[in-house]
């Protein structure tokens, strides 16, 4: 391992016993943005600047309206803490939050004062579209590691981002990815202020980030606001069957028409005793907040179509993307099923649900016995054909029009973002390369000496990436453009096969 490599490693292990020495120093950075100065705190190395608004409170009529410009300010902003979560009910690991005045971004980068400006990596959260913030986010391993700027962001979220009715027009159902493009804007304005070069900015993100990256991939309006993506456990082709995404959930993908979002908001509405949106934006966000409306709209002035769409007809920025999933993406998922543990029965019940008279065909090609029990052959099976199927899928489209790096997460040892049931092992499952790039405000667990290793390389790779579109550096395995996948794992980095580790050829005859 490299001398660079060797000290990223060890600053996984140090760098609170750094923070707390450096901190007593008591330095604190004053930065001048275009909407004011703001004071922010450097500690351990790298200077952090927290709860910078980027946009207007959307309160009042600014409810469910495009994101506007922050109000001015004259005195020295306090930058030490974040901002408010934006309002959402308790999700994995997140804490709920009433408050709608929300839309604040993170900064921090190295102190040490660069020849030339850095990178900026702007970071969207991932939750469902429904919960997380910016600041679960720690990135000060990339920051110092990879010599970036990280800039990490809020967004709407729930009813209050993804919320549509007829009276919205064009911006119906996208308020939320609106947010997005603000901060990104945000970025372009003041990037220089913090060291960070505004025509090298990369957009990454996981989960819900990762799909918002495929929209923002897609979106016209977005189009010179960043330069290179990264997307993380959301393929732009994602599809799931009946119950195959969580209990309840219907066959569909991560986006609607805007028609049909609409449709969801105007029943919404009269079940809550408002005959138009002005009587919405009265409400209070506790008669809100649990609405189950969280899924962005497509034909919309962002959005004019489905991200997938997009991929296959070449309407996309082409600019270089590195995308990616885990090995186990769907046992987190499962592990949140009702009914625990699994029986055969039940299992062959969601089988019948999922793939109706096709479901023998599938319970005979991931039998419970293979696979350990019911749950972990239902997890294998949905990850293969939610999960891995349409990222090998995503990435042939991608690959068509732009240079693209594929990889798969393939830790089975990572510290799982939630408890496994019983007869559920958690492998590489949804989220769990997250504590390789990030310290986490929930944190799954700490990283093993082998596993520091590789959340070093990881960070080589994906900083390397944002520096020059290629993510290959000094002592690093050789990572390869697509189609071949590069697999992730402690001493086991290489080249896969996604579509044959994932079983596509069964799926795709279904």
Not at 19 to 33: D, K, L, M, Y
Not at 280 to 293: E, G, H, I, M, Y
């Amino acid at each position: 391992m490299s001398k660079r490599l060797l000290t990223l490693a060890l600053s996984v292990v140090t760098l609170g016993a750094l923070t707390a020495t450096v901190a007593e120093a008591g330095e604190s950075p004053v930065v001048r943005t275009d909407s004011g100065s703001v004071r922010g705190v450097s500690t351990g190395g790298y200077r952090s600047f927290q709860g910078i608004p980027f946009a207007a409170p959307p309160v009042g009529d600014l409810r469910w309206a495009p994101p506007k410009r922050p109000e001015p300010w004259t005195a020295v902003r306090d930058a030490s803490k974040p901002g408010p979560r934006c309002a959402q009910a308790p999700g994995l690991g997140s804490a709920p939050s009433d408050s709608e005045d929300c839309l604040y971004l993170n900064v921090i980068s190295p102190a040490e004062p660069a020849r030339r400006p850095r990178p900026v990596m702007v970071w969207v959260h991932g939750g469902g579209f429904t919960s997380g913030a910016g600041s679960d986010y720690d990135f000060k391993r990339m920051a110092l590691g990879g010599d970036v700027v990280v800039v990490s962001v809020n967004y709407r979220l729930g009813v209050f981002g993804f919320f549509g009715h007829p009276e919205l027009g064009r911006d119906s159902g996208a308020f939320g990815l609106e947010d997005q493009q603000a901060a990104l804007r945000w970025v372009q304005r003041n990037a220089r202020a913090f060291g960070g070069d505004p025509r090298n900015v990369t957009l990454f993100g996981e989960s819900a980030g990762a799909m918002s990256t495929c929209a923002q991939l897609a979106s016209p309006s977005a189009a010179g606001l960043f330069h290179r993506a990264i997307i993380q456990s959301g393929p732009c082709t994602l599809t799931w069957p009946d119950d195959g995404f969580l209990p309840g959930v219907p066959a569909g993908s991560p986006f609607l028409p805007r028609a049909d979002v609409e449709a969801m908001g105007a029943d919404a509405a009269k079940k809550l005793g408002c005959a138009d949106v002005a009587c919405l934006r009265r409400l209070p966000v506790k008669d809100l907040v649990n609405q189950p409306l969280g899924t962005p709209a497509f034909h919309t002035g962002l959005l004019p179509e489905h991200p997938a769409t997009a991929l296959k007809t070449g309407r996309f920025a082409r600019v270089p993307v590195l995308t990616g999933v885990t090995r186990d993406e769907a046992r987190l998922l499962v592990a949140l099923y009702p009914g625990q543990p699994f029986t055969e029965e039940h299992y062959q019940e969601l089988l019948r649900t999922a793939f109706k008279d096709k479901a023998p065909l599938v319970a005979a090609e991931y039998p419970s016995a293979k696979h350990g029990s019911p749950a972990m052959a239902f997890a294998d099976a949905m990850t293969d054909r939610t999960w891995g199927c349409p990222q090998a899928g995503t990435e042939r489209l991608l690959r068509e029009r732009t240079r693209t790096y594929g990889y798969e997460f393939a830790d089975r040892d990572a510290p799982p973002l939630a408890p496994m049931p019983t007869g559920m092992r958690s492998g590489a499952s949804h989220g769990s390369e997250l504590a390789y790039l990030s310290d986490m405000t929930a944190s799954p667990g700490k990283l093993t000496p082998a596993q520091q290793k590789l959340a070093a390389q990881m960070i080589q790779y994906w900083t390397g990436f944002a520096r020059t579109g290629n993510p290959n550096g000094e002592d690093l395995p050789k990572w390869r453009p697509t189609p071949k996948t590069q697999s992730l794992a402690p001493g086991e980095i290489g080249p896969a096969d996604l579509a044959t580790v994932h079983n596509c050829g069964f799926w795709s005859g279904l």
